[in-house]
């Protein structure tokens, strides 16, 4: 499966973004979406079952909001009330139950940044 992130870029402190993945071939499968901070390791943000259930990170419960749309083959992230830790590469893949350490580097797409600053 490739994935083609999009829809991040530059935002001030309580801004929105809605960022995009869509998924080549797509089946139904569990999404997540990552991201990653310079210096940090990858981390799974939210996370969407075929049946339309989510769960997402403390960190950004109550701001971000993941959904899917199987007709159009696309993930999407919601993200608002952004603060300046959410600046990061965001990425998605399935089957985000998997430890992120045997997700196969090759899986994953370019990503699209998100940063926030004032």
């Known amino acids: 499966v490739q994935f083609v992130e999009s829809g991040g870029g530059s935002v001030q402190p309580g801004g929105s973004l809605r960022l995009s993945c869509a998924a080549s071939p797509f089946t139904v499968y569990d999404m997540g979406w990552y991201r990653q901070a310079p210096g940090k390791q990858r981390e799974l943000v939210a996370s969407?079952?075929?049946?339309?259930?989510?769960k997402y990170a403390d960190s950004v419960k109550g701001r971000f909001t993941i959904s899917r749309d199987n007709t159009k083959n696309t993930v999407y992230l919601q993200m608002n009330s952004l603060k300046p830790e959410d600046t990061a590469v965001y990425y998605c893949?399935?089957?985000?139950?998997?430890?992120?350490?045997?997700?196969?580097?090759?899986?994953w797409g370019q990503g699209t940044q998100v940063t926030v600053s004032s």
């Open positions: 893949n399935t089957e985000p139950w998997r430890p992120i350490t045997t997700i196969p580097e090759d899986s």
């Open positions: 969407i079952t075929s049946g339309m259930s989510t």
